[in-house]
């Protein structure tokens, strides 16, 4: 499985970006799919799960009600919606797969089997 994140930018604060991951592979539809960021000095933090059929979603306290995960099965991507952008969400965002047929949500970077390359979102205040 292959992953390519993008769609990230220099964005003011207050404003809207959508990220996009494109998958290859047959069984995308079988991996539940997470958004992962790192911040310049940080650790790699968790920022949303989606599940393989797109029905449940899972997201960090910092996150929520403000981005939105989706995915498309017939076109093998994903995408987070993001929108009341903060100065502290600047990061390199990366799309993540866990393992096929795992079930359960996960907020450890270990527990996902392949890796976009990320894409940079910059917010300015």
């Known amino acids: 499985v292959q992953l390519q994140a993008s769609g990230g930018g220099l964005v003011q604060a207050g404003g809207s970006l959508t990220l996009s991951c494109a998958a290859s592979?047959?069984?995308?539809?079988?991996?539940?799919m997470g958004w992962f960021r790192q911040a310049p000095g940080k650790e790699r933090e968790f920022v949303a799960q989606?599940?393989?059929?797109?029905?449940?979603?899972y997201y960090s306290d910092s996150v929520k009600g403000r981005f939105t995960i989706s995915r498309d099965n017939a076109k093998n991507t994903v995408a987070l919606q993001m929108n009341s952008l903060e100065p502290e969400d600047t990061a390199i965002y990366y799309c993540?797969?866990?393992?096929?047929?795992?079930?359960?949500?996960?907020?450890?970077?270990?527990?996902?089997?392949?890796w976009g390359q990320g894409t940079l979102v910059t917010v300015s205040s």
């Open positions: 993540a797969a866990r393992q096929p047929y795992r079930y359960g949500w996960s907020t450890v970077p270990a527990d996902y089997l392949y």
């Open positions: 592979g047959r069984t995308f539809s079988s991996s539940a």
């Open positions: 989606i599940s393989g059929g797109g029905s449940s979603t």
